[in-house]
């Protein structure tokens, strides 16, 4: 019986767009020649950037312009983009940022390891080449490094670098494991979307890539992210090591987390409860107090980093579209196993 071929898959762009009227015409243009598709949201922008895309490209069939009743924020525009492409059978979104700052030549780059059966999302890495750093504002930088840790922290990738990089990728059959309806809608939401990928143990890949910055002004402010998300991470971070650890799972990982935070509340609490008593009796401390402070703090920071070696070393390794098509889209592992490799 001859097996029936499956189709082609189709690779199409997200291009979030609100007051990006100077330079979403041109980057839909770069789009053209490596995408199948390019879908624009306009994001009830005032500026109208969406009626210039299609004033530019009349009835393009490459180009469709969706337009949003309110504003949604980046988050929101991407999520109905993804919706919609999923809607026509897209296999691959690749999200481009419509203020001219991402390379069109490095979508190849972000779409391969998906299709190739290697990841489910993809992410820009601007931090790979440590000379192209220096083409990024100091400012900017810094922000961008404290981000990665609070982002590595709550989503448990710690392999990733740049979370504020926006130049993604993400296979269709992803998508409905996300929810995307509970994505956060403005600019948090590429973090929840990794620590949602997460939960799923989706397979994430950093891409190399350089920096390009030109006249465009971003409107994330690092400093008012660091106060704004601090406790987005953490609500998260929370989340994810009840599901990882406790409901989906249960390791030496666990056990150690379990033990650490009463050893280090009870040395934290025991410990303070005998410093107010020395400080209003004049008596120091005896050494035996002292003692049953310390050890439960030094077992416990023990027990802490050894969680935190085992959740850095806990990476998926097989991606869920593939596991969810029977393997059908890893025919190079297919290869591999049968020996049929050259």
Known sequence: MTRKKAPAPRVCAIVPAFKVSDHVVQVVAGLLDHVDHVFVIDDACPVFSGRQVEAAYPAHPQVTVLYLPENLGVGGAVMAGYTRAAELSFTVMVKVDGDGQMDPEFIPALVSPILAGEADYTKGNRFF?????????LTRLIGNAGLSFLTKLSTGYWQIMDPTNGFTAIHADVLPWVKLERVEKRYFFETDLLFRLGTINAVVLDIPMPARYGEEVSNLKVG????????????RLCKRIVYQYFLRGFSVASVCLALSLPLLIFALSFGLVQWYRSIESGIPATAGSIMLAALPVMVGIQLLMSFFSHDMARQPSKPLWVLLNGNSGGERDNQKQSGTEN
């Open 129 to 137: 080449d440590p000379e192209g750093l220096s083409a990024m504002p």
């Open 224 to 235: 008012r992210a660091f106060l704004e998300f601090g406790g987005k991470h953490m609500a």
